[in-house]
């Protein structure tokens, strides 16, 4: 099936602006992840969602930081009054059970914020 | 604790050689390791994984090696080619999330 999509692939916001990036995964899979990657390092975990319920935010670097997946399928990390620090590609990822085995990544969303 | 070390930071082989990249961890919690390539522009992709009860895995051209005692492990990648040429990453993981190494630039040369 379908592999792991993200939209927009690509957005710039102005500094204080709100941005809602969107995860769709991969029909059936159970857990679902987001992680954040900066330029020339690894991905850093943000959010951590078993179905519709998130078990794991410990990752989310403030308050600004905000992810839901409500019916348990797509999922939205938003980032309210987005900071030049929050410059980064924003990676979903998806596996089928409920722990972190096998996870599958998106193409991820490249932030600029300017 | 929750660190994963990776290394070299980036490597150039020759076609046809053996790339050999290195992981080490603390976290003894950690029982599952993967690898995942990731070309630019890209989501990274799964090449191989291994638990910590076995020793050596190999699929095709892509080996690990694990070391338990000593806490590390690391990917071989036989007969490099050209289109090998991407950044790798180790990963460590104890079932929430994984814990990503800082990447291995890998250039295969023709």
């Known amino acids: 099936g379908a592999g792991v999509s993200q939209s927009p692939r690509y957005k710039v916001a102005k500094r204080g602006q709100d941005v809602a990036l969107r995860c769709d995964p991969i029909?059936?899979?159970?857990?679902l992840f987001w992680y954040q990657q900066a330029l020339g390092q690894g991905p850093e975990f943000l959010t951590y969602?078993?179905?519709?319920?998130?078990?794991?935010k410990s990752g989310l670097p403030s308050d600004r930081f905000f992810a839901e997946r409500p019916e348990g399928s797509v999922s939205t990390l938003k980032i309210q009054r987005t900071q030049q620090e929050d410059s980064a590609v924003y990676l979903c990822?998806?596996?089928?059970?409920?722990?972190?085995?096998?996870?599958?990544f998106g193409p991820g969303t490249r932030l600029t914020v300017t | 604790q929750q660190q994963v070390k990776q290394s070299p930071q980036s490597l150039i082989v020759q076609k046809g050689g053996i790339s050999i990249i290195n992981c080490a961890y603390e976290?003894?919690?950690?029982?599952?390791f993967p690898w995942y390539q990731q070309f630019p522009g890209k989501g990274p992709a799964l090449l191989i994984a291994?638990?910590?009860?076995?020793s050596e895995k190999k699929e095709g051209r892509f080996t690990i090696s694990f070391n338990k005692s000593a806490k590390q492990f690391s990917l071989h990648i036989m007969d490099s080619q050209p289109g090998d040429s991407a950044t790798y990453f180790c990963?460590?993981?104890?079932?929430?999330?994984?814990?990503f190494g800082p990447g291995t630039r890998l250039s295969v040369l023709p």
């Open positions: 029909s059936g899979h159970v857990s």
């Open positions: 990963a460590a993981d104890y079932g929430q999330n994984f814990v």
């Open positions: 291994i638990r910590p009860d076995v």
């Open positions: 969602f078993q179905n519709e319920a998130q078990l794991d």
């Open positions: 990822a998806s596996s089928h059970g409920v722990r972190s085995y096998e996870q599958y």
């Open positions: 976290n003894t919690a950690f029982d599952y």
